[in-house]
Structure formats: C-alpha cells, structure tokens
C-alpha cells in the first residue's frame, strides 16, 4: 500500500495547478475528468472532489451504490476511509495537546499506567508510534487470530484496544525502532492513550472533539448503513471485474474489527471529508493551532517514506510549490485517497465503493490535477 501512495505523490509531480479564482470558476472539466475515468476504469461507483480554502469547489460521482442493482451513486452517500482515518486520530491527540490534556513527549508509564512495559521501550514517544517507527509489527501485534477473534469479544472496546497495547508493550519491539514499518497497531495505540487521557472511548471523543466541533453530522465508525438523507448507501465491494460482489453493511465482514477504529474505521460523506481536509488549507481553522498543523505535516526522520502523522508527507512537489500530505485508505471493500497542498490551497479527494478501486481512485486524482486551470 505505501509503494502505491508514494507513486502516486511521484507521479503528481509534473501537472500544473492554477489560481483558486480559475478553480471556481468552471467545473466543466472536473465533470469530464470524472466521466472520463469512471468509464475506462469502470469501478462500480466513483466519487470525487475538489476543496480550496473556503471550502468544497466541486463534487461529482458517477455508478452505482450496488453491482447487482440499479440505484445510482449520490452525493447524499456515505464513504468508509479506511486508513485515513489516522490522520484524524493524529489530529484528535494534536487537539488534546493543545488544550492541555495531552503531551507529545508523554513517556509510555504515564500514558498506561499499570502495565508492564518492557525497558527495551525506553525513550519512545507517541510521536515514534504515529510516524510507525516504534519497531511494532501488525503481523505480531495483531496477526491472524486478532481479526479472526475480535469481532465477536464482549469487553468494551477501550478493554479490548488496551489488550493489544499490552500484547505490544510488555514485549521488546519486533522491529527495529527508528526503521519505518507501517502498522495499523500503532495507531490503535495511540487510539488507547486518548482514551487512557479523556476516560473515554476513542468513538466517544472523536465525536465530542473533532466531528461535532467541525460539523461532520454524516461521519460515523464501520460500515456506512444509511446515506445522509436517511435512505440507501452505497455498499463496499470485494472482487474484481464479473467476480465482483456487493457486501451488505450488516455482514460481520463489511468492516474490520471495531477496536481497529483509531487506525481505520471512519466513515462520512464526501462533503463533510472535504470539510475535514479544508483545516490543511487554513493552518487549523481555530480547532487546531497553527502550529500543531505543521507537527501533523512534518514527516518523522530516518530513511523510508517521508510519513508524518498520518500522512505521507513529500517534501517538494513542483505544482504544490512546497510539501504534499497524501494519504489512501481501505478496508478492502472500498478506496479514498486524499492529496492535499496546502502551500497552494487545495486539497482533492477520490472515493470508491469498491476493495479493488486503487487504479480508478488515483486514475482520477491525477487527472482532476491536471485539471485545474492556469
């Protein structure tokens, strides 16, 4: 996955982007790019988007909310974001730092008190866990028997997502701390120390903290069930081509575990995920400080991808004139990616209801930046 994204920041590099006032002014050619796309990468259903600092500039969607049925896609429906839902796990402790509840530099002992933490984890911050250079392994710290098992445990989501920081912290790291290793476990870590913060369930403060504060009245946790209109939505999609099959929302298998939440159970309509981006283009729009902004952006140090908190962050992408955060996600049954440039003051989304989607998502976010007008 992390090849994929960083090929993709790579191959934005050569387009060109206009003035925000062009950008407004004519959506014509991001409708053809969309029609464009949809119809040779045929997805079974295709959104996207485009944000400058004031807000949503255009959006457009294109196929349909099942392969078996004939209810067209809308803007009403609600898209799961997979992984992209770290960068609001990020943001959400970037907001607890800021109010004074939380520390960036808080050592493990404090963050979990009682638990038997290993002396090799001596000296690693929360930060090392979030850039995903702890030295933490989803094949150790989660493996098979998680996801075969989780869906069904009755503690409480907080007990659950605790177990697994202490399946990761009573041990030596499996990997090499400061090497980038990409782990979902990481941030279900970070997920369980807000919650060791605010006594609260993550869900819980995610509501209280970043959606209701931003106005993101569609966003929710696992499988969408209902568009914002409070009729049908689009379903996710496994396979590909004629084997592709609709999963319906209700099926255990929709979504990943829900103490996976914190590193990637996130859902919400188009517009509201644009409304979410927009704090990129306005260093926080008053619910983050500036300067927290850029401790999201900036990508942690060593060799390996440029991440940042939640984000791939590549230094210097000529039509951005500065950094790119960039992010994908999925739960294998859908696909979002975010591309933001926040030097330029645009951000573009692409959505798709489908696991396989990666070509027709990235297939549209290229041709939506090269788009833009002068």
């Known amino acids: 996955m992390l090849n994929r994204r960083m090929l993709l920041a790579s191959g934005l590099a050569a387009t060109t982007v206009g003035t925000q006032t062009a950008l407004a ?21 295709l959104a996207g988007g485009v944000v400058n600092r004031e807000g949503l500039v255009w959006s457009g969607v294109r196929g349909v909310r099942r392969v078996d049925a004939n209810d067209p896609a809308t803007l009403d429906d609600r898209w799961h974001l997979g992984s992209n839902t770290k960068a609001m796990t990020a943001a959400l402790y970037g907001r ?73 912290l009573s041990n030596p790291p499996t990997g090499t701390k400061g090497a980038f290793e990409y782990a979902n476990a990481n941030y279900i870590l970070v997920g369980a120390a807000i919650e060791t913060i605010t006594g609260r369930a993550w869900e819980a403060v995610m509501q209280a ?12 946790f696992g499988a969408p069930t209902s568009n914002t209109a409070g009729g049908a939505n689009v379903w996710g999609h496994r396979g590909e081509g004629a084997g592709r099959a609709a999963v319906d929302p209700a099926d255990p298998g929709a979504d990943n575990p829900p103490a996976l939440g914190p590193a990637g ?43 940042a908190l939640g984000w791939i962050a ?9 950094p790119v955060l960039t992010h994908d ?41 090269a788009t833009v007008p002068n």
């Open 209 to 220: 903290e970043l959606f209701a504060p931003l106005g993101l009245t569609s966003a929710g």
């Open 96 to 168: 607890l730092v800021d109010q004074g509840r939380a520390d960036w530099d808080a050592p493990l002992d404090a963050l979990f008190p009682g638990l038997m933490i290993d002396p090799a984890w001596a000296g690693t911050s929360l930060s090392d866990f979030m850039h995903h250079r702890a030295g933490v392994k989803d094949a150790d710290a989660l493996g098979m028997v998680f996801f075969m098992t989780a869906r069904g445990d009755p503690r409480p989501l907080p007990e659950q997502r605790r177990a697994v920081v202490e399946r990761i």
């Open 329 to 369: 996600g999925s739960n294998t049954l859908w696909y979002a990616t975010a591309v933001v440039a926040p030097a330029r003051g645009l951000a573009f989304i692409g959505l798709s209801n489908q696991g396989s989607g990666q070509a027709a998502v990235s297939g549209l976010m290229r041709s939506l930046i």
């Open 265 to 307: 159970t996130a859902h919400m309509s188009l517009t509201d995920y644009g409304r979410w981006l927009r704090l990129f283009l306005t260093d926080g729009d008053g619910w983050l400080k500036p300067e927290t902004v850029r401790r999201l952006a900036t990508p942690g140090a060593g060799d390996g991808p440029p991440y």
């Open 25 to 45: 002014r004519d959506v014509a050619p991001y409708e053809a790019a969309l029609d464009e796309v949809f119809a040779r990468s045929g997805p079974v259903a």
């Open 314 to 322: 590549p230094p210097q992408i000529p039509w951005a004139e500065g």
